[in-house]
């Protein structure tokens, strides 16, 4: 826009220079991914009692592409960059004991996608899913037995969820408000990114392609994914007593397969180095954080590197790790995990009859998983998933009292009725095992038997801290072996109980409904789960509350 006549310079030193700001400008982005399915099914009748299903189900999906081919889609690990054949020619100068010359391989580049190669991931062509399953009902129930079962497998579709990195497609301009320390003005209100001094960047691309990103991070995906599939299998026995009653068993167990983990590959060397002692070992430490010189330092290369050619020295932990020209190499969608999940669902229902209602559900449960390491480099760890959750209690129920016109009392008083009648209760109780609580690498020298864990107390410790080693100077680092799990213990239990209660008033052909309704009725505290840090002041400690307090709701229905 153009300047003020005047007073310009004038507002500019009442408002004062920034000190920081930026600008950044993004390239637009397009995604595109195909998913078709095709499905058959049929049933069989094979007696009037029992029945068969069968059916298949075949997908075809295709990896995320971008439009315009703005993404990388994968990393070359032979690849010369640009500082490959001088860091080469630097470490023979001056190899370090700990790396033989011939092990020192500063390979690897980030690929960047093209008309030809435009997926950062591959996919099987197609996946099947098939499934059977029956139900019979024997004769001798006369419809009151039901037995069901069956086996599926199911695929997870990817959707477009796992496009390429974007590296490039995006730069951030930083302001430069002053100069010649704070001498001279660089940038202003009106001219914050001056065109001779500090222009606004535009995103480079492709432009560095192996380049990209040395000394920084850099994440790719396993470039030869599979589906993710689960198989399924089900038993389901229910038994209908009288008119009203109705009781279910079942069983449902799962297992899955092909489930995605992020490997951190800068620290895979580590696994053969860890130190199995549960104390930090100072010789261990000191080999790997002591300096040797950087065969990077000073080289020459068209492209940020990120402090990579900056220092003279680096540590022997640094010159170890695999691609040792980027700050870490993460590679993620790697199709070797698993899980299992196991189920026994009891239910019991009470259909509406003399005013009463009711389902009670009981579920045990475990869902256990082996979805990452707990060491690098090294086997997947198996345990609890996020969603094991072993029991599960629920209870709903409806009663309506009864008084007034149509029930047990006081039906032919209409004072009554109007009193009395119409009166309708219900209330949801539910509980839910805690959540698994996790843990970091520590040092613990007790059993996995004596916790006495009590999550709701927050009066003292909610476990016991006897073996933990609480000193900074005890806790183990990153080249300790990790024995300890990831998940031990459990955060406070779901005990929640929400009720209602309402009144119909019929005035002709208007019914009006009241009703007032709590959540969290009893108003119990759900804590969150203890802290689990040795080293910090309230470890095993619960400072935090999960959910809300008792909330009251009313409202009127009115039918006309």
Known sequence: APGQPFGGSLAEFALGIPGAGGYTVNKKYQYNSWYFAWFAQDNWKVTPNFTLSAGVRVIHETPVVESHNHQTVGFNTTAVNGVTQQAIANYQANPNPALSVADFKPYGGLVYATPSHRGAYNLPWGFASPRIGFAYSPGFSHGTLAIRGGFAIYVNPLANYYAGQQYGYSQSTSFIGTTNNQLNIAGTLSDPFPTGTNPIQQPVGDKYGYNTNLGGKVVFWDPNIKYNYSEKYTLDIQKQFGRNWLVELSYMGAHQVHLF??????????????????????ALTSFFSASTPNPFYGVQVAAPTNGLTASKDISVGSLLKPFPEFGSVYEGLIPEGSANFNGFLLKVQKQLSNGLQFIFNYEYSRSLGATGQLNPGGPLW???????????????????????RGRELLSHSKLADELVGGWQISGIYQYLSG?????????????????????????????????????????????????????????????????????????????ITPRIDAFNAFNRPQFKGPNTNPKSSSFAYVTSQLNQGRQLQGGIHIVF
């Open 382 to 404: 198996y345990g609890e998933t996020s969603s094991d959750f072993p029991s599960h209690a629920s209870l709903m129920a409806i009663y309506q009292l009864p008084f007034g």
């Open 261 to 282: 983990f992020t490997e951190n590959l800068s620290d895979s060397y580590l696994y053969p180095y860890l130190s199995h002692s549960k104390t930090p070992d100072p």
């Open 435 to 511: 959540t698994a609580d996790g843990w970091g690498n520590v040092n613990y020298s007790g059993n996995f038997s004596g916790f006495n864990s009590h999550p709701h107390d927050t009066h003292g410790p909610s476990f016991n801290t006897a073996g933990f080693a609480t000193a900074s100077s005890l806790q183990p680092n990153g080249y300790n072996f990790r024995t300890f799990p990831k998940s031990l213990l459990r955060s406070d239990p779901t005990k929640n109980f929400d009720f209602s209660i309402q009144k119909n008033f019929v005035l002709g052909r208007v019914v």
